[in-house]
């Protein structure tokens, strides 16, 4: 059975922290990750990554895919007040376009 | 461009009793979803639909039905509402070609 898991499920650092959140799948036909950010309403678009070892970055975020060990991860440098949100991690299936999503991370970050 | 359009944005229906959700995208997407969102269990795939006139169960399709009348519009209906199906519900459509999803507002939906 596909499936996505995230750790950890919640977490809450300080501003000015930097944070890891880890992303794991197992896949039947894997196409791409994808990581949205989501506040109080729609998640929006962070990362679409298709290939091993090549790093995208957008500001204070950066998200990285290791298709050997089935995995990715979202850093987060220098936290502010307005990354607090769910952050959620999701694999596109090749064969009919199904995207599975896994739980989510809360991330709260206190001044 | 409006993106993703939901109707209602709120809903109370009580058990048994039957409604649609809309959605409509005018980005002229090929493939459309729904999602239902509850706490601690991320979004899940209830049915989507890859083009015009087809349609695929998701993850959690059972007392649900979905119709894609049109490239713009993906329905979503209960026909008989339960308390489990008390949850916020998200439509979402796709580019051609790409995979980056954009999502509706979204519909709270309680089942008493």
């Known amino acids: 059975e596909d499936k996505v898991v995230q750790s950890p499920l919640s977490l809450v650092v300080h501003e000015g922290d930097t944070v890891t959140l880890n992303c794991s799948y197992e896949?039947?036909?894997?196409?791409?990750l994808l990581w949205y950010k989501q506040e109080k309403k729609a998640p929006t678009f962070l990362f679409m990554l298709?290939?091993?070892?090549i790093e995208k970055k957008s500001g204070r975020l950066s998200s990285i895919l290791d298709k050997k060990e089935l995995f990715s991860i979202l850093n987060i440098t220098a936290t502010q007040t307005g990354d607090s949100a769910v952050y959620l991690c999701?694999?596109?299936?090749?064969?009919?376009?199904?995207?599975?999503f896994g739980p989510g991370t809360s991330l709260s970050v206190i001044p | 461009n409006a993106g993703v359009t939901q109707t209602p944005k709120f809903q109370v229906l009580k058990t048994g009793q039957s409604m649609t959700l809309q959605c409509a995208q005018d980005m002229n997407h090929n493939s459309m979803y729904w999602y239902r969102q509850d706490p601690g269990m991320g979004l899940r795939l209830i049915y989507y639909?890859?083009?015009?006139?087809?349609?695929d169960k998701g993850e959690v399709p059972n007392g649900y039905n979905v119709s894609r009348l049109n490239k713009r519009e993906f329905s979503l209906r209960l026909e008989s509402a339960a308390p489990s199906q008390t949850s916020v519900y998200f439509c979402?459509?796709?580019?051609?070609?790409?995979?980056?999803?954009?999502f509706g507002p979204g519909t709270r939906l309680t089942v008493l």
């Open positions: 896949v039947t036909n894997f196409r791409s």
């Open positions: 979402a459509s796709t580019p051609p070609g790409r995979y980056t999803q954009y």
């Open positions: 298709t290939s091993s070892g």
């Open positions: 639909s890859a083009s015009e006139g087809t349609t």
């Open positions: 999701a694999v596109v299936e090749t064969s009919y376009d199904k995207v599975i």
